[in-house]
């Protein structure tokens, strides 16, 4: 069974550092093809895809958002951790991860995707 | 920045047919990249309904159903139940951002 748990800090400064945590179970990131991503949802607005990271950590960011972007993984955690630097409140958002799965076209979507974690910016 | 396009708004009433929409673009959706649709429950997480254009994961009801054609894709769903009332959102993937996308998203109301 696959879950995913993201947790962090529920209230950032503006210009802060946030720092969220994705810790899963049911698999391992170190099996070949396994992949996670980070999404975010401002309320009432849609899905915005931010980063992902691969087994063999390969790292692809968000055009719109890599120079404020990182993600990393700890294998023996089973976490993946995404930074986001200078924090605006327009980054308000309720964040999620999830695991990617591969069909068989060689895409990859978001099989299982945690509860998601709501991060408010504010002074 | 969502880049593929839905319809904010659909409604049918319980037992009818209804269709939603997701245009992309040739760099998305017309460049061959599968679309994939997610149910969001209100207050609750995306769940995937429908994977590679047409697939259901185990447990999506055969209510749903997905296509592709062109830049554009289409989530149906037939015998529209309550429990249907969600958000519904395509996501691809596009090579010109080198991003995966999700769609604006649609409301659905069951009357």
């Known amino acids: 069974q696959v879950t995913l748990k993201e947790s962090g800090p529920a209230l950032v400064k503006p210009t802060r550092t946030l720092t969220l945590t994705c810790t899963f179970s049911?698999?391992?990131?170190?099996?070949?093809?396994?992949?996670v991503s980070w999404i975010r949802q401002p309320p009432g607005k849609a899905l915005e895809w931010l980063a992902r990271i691969d087994w063999d950590d390969d790292k692809v960011y968000s055009s719109s958002l890599k120079t404020r972007l990182t993600i990393s993984k700890d294998t023996s955690k089973n976490q993946v951790v995404l930074t986001m630097t200078n924090m605006d409140p327009v980054d308000t958002a309720t964040y999620y991860c999830?695991?990617?799965?591969?069909?068989?076209?060689?895409?990859?979507?978001?099989?299982?995707w945690g509860q998601g974690t709501l991060v408010t910016v504010s002074s | 920045q969502s880049v593929l396009t839905q319809s904010p708004s659909v409604s049918g009433a319980p037992g009818q047919r209804v269709t939603i929409s997701c245009t992309g673009s040739s760099s998305n959706i017309g460049a061959g990249y599968d679309v994939h649709w997610y149910q969001q429950l209100p207050g609750t997480a995306p769940k995937l309904l429908i994977y590679g254009n047409s697939n259901r994961p185990s447990g999506v009801p055969d209510r749903f159903s997905g296509s592709k054609s062109g830049t554009s894709a289409s989530l149906a769903i037939s015998g529209l139940q309550a429990e249907d009332e969600a958000d519904y959102y395509c996501q691809s993937y596009d090579s010109r951002l080198s991003d995966y996308v999700f769609g604006t998203g649609t409301k659905v109301t069951v009357l």
């Open positions: 999830a695991r990617q799965t591969v069909d068989s076209s060689g895409y990859y979507y978001l099989e299982y």
């Open positions: 049911g698999f391992s990131l170190s099996t070949s093809g396994m992949r």
